[in-house]
């Protein structure tokens, strides 16, 4: 094999956010106000700040109205779950989310369970989660869905091929399994799930068609354990300290990128692959959300 593919998430992202802002403004040219994402920051996570920041800039540039809400680390569960319930009845609001994760404290399934599942998008509901799993209407979670847009507009076909999941996390690597193995456009595919428990990990993976890396270890998937001419998606994004970055920290992915992208035949790059594509994933949920 040559050089991988470069699978640009940063380039699909922003195609899809202009095709967003398009039915914005023909919401607005139609009479109805722009659809209207809230968020919820608790404390003061420095990832958590920054993805939050990225969220208000993205609905900026694609014409929502933004709210977002900071509390302090030490709100009670009950004070957090009135403020969710007030988020609920708020009319002018379409969707909303509370950035993960929250302070020991607080129950984290309960506040999620709290939230509408009509403004829940970040698809974290048990009745989205429901949906998705019988292939009804509903929100999907945000990476899973951003990866399968991702796929679905670089003509990846899933379909018929061993689609191999490292990681078992509710937010990327259960949900990305079920939507891959779903009877849908982006499914069909044969996925075997990869976690702590696994055996035989190294050869599981070696015989995937598409690799999807969710583990949070920084080049954990090494070039022994992707297939030549596999598809590798790296969800990963881990800040290790770099004294040249300005920040003083840089991103990796799950992925030892150099080795991979010989032997693969597209790879998603940290940063500038999945992140995008969440973000975006929330803008449609939202859009969605606003359609009613």
Do not use: W
């Not at 659809?35 to 540039?61: M, Q, W």
């Not at 009950?78 to 129950?107: C, K, M, S, T, Y």
């Not at 998008?121 to 989660?129: A, I, W």
């Amino acid at each position: 094999m040559g050089q991988a593919e470069i699978i640009d998430g940063k380039k699909t992202a922003g195609e899809i956010r202009k095709e967003i802002a398009e039915a914005v403004r023909d919401m607005k040219e139609a009479g109805r106000r722009p659809p209207h994402l809230a968020a919820v920051l608790i404390g003061n996570d420095g990832a958590s700040e920054t993805y939050v920041n990225f969220k208000v800039k993205d609905c900026r540039e694609v014409g929502f109205k933004s709210t977002l809400i900071r509390k302090p680390e030490n709100i009670s569960e009950q004070e957090l779950l009135n403020l969710v319930a007030d988020l609920n009845a708020d009319e002018e609001i379409d969707g909303f989310i509370v950035q993960l994760p929250l302070p020991r404290h607080i129950d984290a399934q309960r506040v999620i369970t709290a939230i509408d599942p009509r403004k829940d998008v970040d698809g974290f509901h048990p009745e989205n989660v429901g949906n998705m799993v019988l292939g009804l209407p509903g929100f999907l979670p945000a990476t899973p869905f951003g990866i399968t847009e991702l796929l679905r507009r670089h003509g990846i076909s899933a379909s018929g091929k061993h689609c191999v999941v490292i990681g078992r996390s509710n937010i990327v690597g259960t949900p990305m399994s079920i939507l891959l193995s779903r009877n849908s456009e982006v499914g069909n595919a044969t996925v075997t799930l990869c976690h702590s428990r696994s055996q035989n990990v190294v050869e599981i993976a070696a015989s995937a068609d598409i690799l999807i890396a969710a583990t949070g270890r920084p080049g954990s998937v090494t070039a022994e354990m992707v297939k030549s001419g596999a598809v590798v998606i790296d969800v990963g994004t881990t800040r290790v300290p770099d004294p040249q970055k300005k920040s003083g920290y840089a991103l990796r992915g799950d992925v030892d990128f150099k080795a991979v992208s010989r032997k693969a035949r597209a790879l998603t790059p940290v940063p500038g692959g999945v992140g995008p594509m969440t973000r975006v994933g929330l803008l449609l949920n939202t859009m969605k959300a606003a359609k009613g």
